[in-house]
């Protein structure tokens, strides 16, 4: 009995087997639209950028005490238009290591910066504070600055759009 | 007795064209349910006391309305381009004819159409309006502030100048803290590991397509719950009348009797009958087009005067820019000095 008054007759098997079909055909529809779909949209998971080396700097430009910001652009792949990846990175020597880290600050990733008064790399967003090396020295975010892989070449020193592990051996000067 | 003439010249001005559109008129309503609609949505009966704090509603919709028709003139010159994005706004902003204005339009409406979801939130809430049976109206307005405050980020991002690039990138980074499908997520919207062209078409899609759409659809189930239930949920209107009272007057009796029939109707939603009863329209709707008239002209003057900042071409690698919190997520860029990232 519906609210309005009238009775639907006591489920027939045709009408069990026209209802079946009326959820076949919508469930058929959907996966036939939605696959692609979601295909389309979660193929950007795969895009991985190949391995790239630029130059950041020489050697000689590259101080122990102060770390010196360099801006390097990788090619940029997987995007539906040309462009350029631009990212900045710290060079500093630390005994006989060469560490070339991000600019990121890994909380909120916003640009962290040189203070050379307090002699640290500080986030604007909400405080970061790293020490010259990148190391974590404070504020909200859990990690220290990401090393990039880095090698050198002659004079020059070169990273690649890798991240590694800190604790690994970047470059021996 | 000049205003007399006047208003009698008016009236039968009115009536006459009455007269001439009533056989069109005919001709609709007995192809569509034109009088029945009329009766239902039109003279629905709305409680009479506390009108002017139900209006909030109307004139979210409205300004709602006012961000699509904007929003589609500035998509006449915007360009959701990785090099272009900022210079077709600044040309917007510079050159087009009154392009500053139908963009100021366009951001000042989202900061009262976010002030409004909270005035309006807060009046659902303290007037108990989210009681039963009115608990799915609630539900689908969180999701609405959710849908509008989401709207209105994209929004900034797409600008494409150092403040839409770091709320992209903190946009995203909070995303990749999600547990478990953070990285996920975070890597479905940048569309890769980094930012790239590909975040900047897919934050675009989100704001001019996704979100809105899902707005519009669920903000017209949200007003449609409204009507069906029976207006204003408020306690006020239920108690009886207050000592002093004038006696209702020929409308507001009539609005009475006809909440009081359909509460009773079965096939009726609605619960409660008000103490005080009046008709939407034109009474209810002439409170909400005053709310809303104030608003926009507070948009309007707000956009006329204080022109909205296009700021330098993105740089990740800068020294001077420190990217700040759009205003409605400052206590989120407050909590998350202390909470995120420690995880």
């Known amino acids: 009995m519906t609210e309005e008054g009238y009775e639907i007759p006591r489920r027939s098997r045709r009408r069990f087997l026209q209802e079946l079909a009326v959820g076949g055909i919508a469930g058929f529809v959907s996966i036939l639209v939605a ?3 979601v295909g389309y949209f979660f ?10 080396w630029v130059r950041v700097c020489s050697l000689d430009q590259i101080d122990t005490m102060e770390p010196r910001e360099f801006r390097v652009t990788f090619k940029g792949e997987n995007a539906s238009v040309p462009f350029e990846v631009v990212q900045g990175v710290f060079v500093i020597q630390q005994g006989d290591q060469i560490l070339a880290f991000g600019n990121v600050c890994t909380h909120m990733g916003c640009s962290v910066r040189w203070l050379a008064w307090r002699q640290q790399l500080l986030c604007p967003c909400h405080g970061g504070i790293y020490d010259r090396w990148g190391n974590l020295a404070g504020g909200p975010p859990s990690e220290s600055l990401p090393l990039f892989l880095s090698r050198i070449e002659g004079n020059d020193l070169l990273v690649a759009n890798r991240i590694i592990q800190r604790g690994n051996i970047v470059g021996r000067v | 007795m000049i205003f007399g003439t006047v208003v009698e010249a008016t009236e039968s ?5 009455g007269r001439e559109l009533e056989p069109v008129y005919n001709w609709l309503d007995q192809r569509l349910p034109l009088t029945r609609t009329k009766e239902r949505l039109l003279f629905d009966p709305v409680p009479e006391r506390g009108g002017w704090w139900y209006t909030f509603g109307a004139a979210i919709y409205t300004l709602l309305i006012i961000q699509f028709i904007t929003g589609i003139f500035l998509l006449m010159y915007y360009v959701p381009s990785w090099n272009e994005a900022r210079v077709s706004i600044l040309y917007i902003q510079n050159e087009v004819f009154l392009g500053w204005l139908v963009r100021g339009l366009h951001y000042w409406g989202q900061v009262a159409l976010v002030l409004l979801v909270g005035i309006h939130m807060l009046r659902t809430f303290f007037s108990g309006a989210y009681k039963a049976p009115r608990e799915l109206t609630w539900m689908l307005g969180v999701t609405l502030l959710i849908l509008m405050v989401a709207t209105a980020f994209t929004g900034g991002c797409i600008r494409w100048d150092q403040s839409g690039y770091f709320d992209v990138v903190v946009g995203t980074t909070i995303a990749g803290w999600t547990p478990i499908i953070g990285p996920f997520l975070a890597k479905l919207w940048r569309g890769g590991d980094v930012i790239t062209p590909l975040t900047l078409t897919r934050t675009f899609t989100f704001h001019v397509w996704l979100l809105p759409a899902l707005l519009f659809i669920i903000a017209t ?3 449609g719950l409204v009507i069906l239930q029976g207006q204003f949920g408020s306690w006020i209107n239920y108690e009886p009348e207050p000592p002093g009272t004038p006696p209702p007057n020929e409308d507001e009796r009539a609005a009475l009797e006809k909440v009081k029939r359909e509460v009773l109707d079965p096939r009726s939603r609605k ?9 939407f329209f034109p009474y209810h709707v002439f409170k909400e087009g005053v709310v809303s008239m104030v608003v926009f002209v507070g948009v309007f003057i707000a956009a006329f005067f204080f022109q909205v900042p296009v700021e330098e071409p993105v740089d990740p690698t800068t020294t001077t820019y420190a990217p700040t919190s759009m205003w409605f997520f400052l206590f989120e860029d407050q909590c998350s000095l202390s909470s995120l990232g420690h995880g």
Do not use: K
Not at chain 1, 43 to 52: H, K, M, W
Not at chain 2, 13 to 17: A, K
């Open chain 2, 221 to 223: 189930i949200h007003v």
């Open chain 2, 271 to 279: 619960v409660n009958v008000p103490s005080r009863a009046t008709w």
């Open chain 1, 35 to 37: 696959g692609p779909l």
């Open chain 1, 43 to 52: 193929e950007v998971l795969r895009n991985t950028p190949s391995l790239q």
């Open chain 2, 13 to 17: 001005t009115v009536d006459l064209i």
